[in-house]
């Protein structure tokens, strides 16, 4: 499969704005704030027009899911404990899990 290219256009507003909360969330420590302003932001992108692999791609998701998993301490062991913890948690069970101070 061939990759794609898009564009997005800084001169709109709202992607603007997302852009420049993108590289501002980089210093943010607030989990909760920075999961609210991407929110806000991948729904005035959509009414922007941009939905599906563009959104997923798009250079501010990259940035804003970037820094969460930075906040979270992504590592590829971290990932799957995570997804193991939560399937048990899921069936009810109680688990702990390792805090990694920021």
Known sequence: MLNQLATSDGNIES???????????????NLIAVAGCF?????????????GDE???HPVTICFASKISSLCR????????????SQKMANGETIQYEVIPI
Do not use: C, W, Y
Not at 16 to 29: E, F, G, L, N
Not at 42 to 48: H, P, Q, V
């Open 55 to 57: 959104l997923n791609n």
């Open 15 to 29: 992607l603007r704005k997302a852009a420049s909360d993108a590289i501002a969330v980089q210093d943010a420590v």
């Open 74 to 85: 992504m590592t590829p062991s971290r990932e799957a404990d995570a997804f193991l913890a």
């Open 39 to 51: 929110h806000r932001h991948l729904k005035a992108m959509r009414e922007t027009g941009i939905s």
